[in-house]
């Protein structure tokens, strides 16, 4: 699959805006370790590994997740492939076993809301990093720079004036 995502900076005006809007799904809180491959600087090959805890609604799920590298100039869109995992703890041991290290772990509160079949829209507020509105879709295939353009008028609709590229793992890494 391939995730187009924009993500944008947000304030209270553009949370208010997209609650009033979209019909609310859920509130999720997530923490998502990223690793470090022992032979390959993911930093450099715009790749990412983690694995994401969401505690929603007194549940929890985990994920294992692979992001490949950017695929256009102004998005997110990124080939991603995501499997559950029932005892993250254990494959955050085999991890490391196989010489992957820990580099941060990024920890956020996710509002989701349905935006129409398909489209996705998130308020997160980052810790250490303040308040975004991201919003996704997953294809197979398709016009990606059409999809990025839809999603980039929805963005601007609810009131974003500042789009940011970098994912909240490198945004980190950068303060």
Partial sequence: MIEVELKGYADDEIFKEVRERFEFLRREVHEDTYYQHPCRDFSKTDEALRIRIKRFDGHFEAFLTYKGAKLDES???????EVPIAEPDKYEEI????????????????EKYFVKKGIIITLD???DLGKFVEIE??????????????LREILRDVGVKRFERRSYLELLLAK
Avoid: M
């Fill in 125 to 127: 507020d980052v810790e």
């Fill in 95 to 110: 991890l490391r076993v196989l010489g992957f290290r820990e580099v941060i772990t990024v920890r956020k509160i996710r």
């Fill in 137 to 150: 879709e997953l294809v197979e295939e398709g016009d990606i720079k059409e999809i990025v353009s839809e």
């Fill in 75 to 81: 998005s997110k869109t990124r080939r991603e492939i």
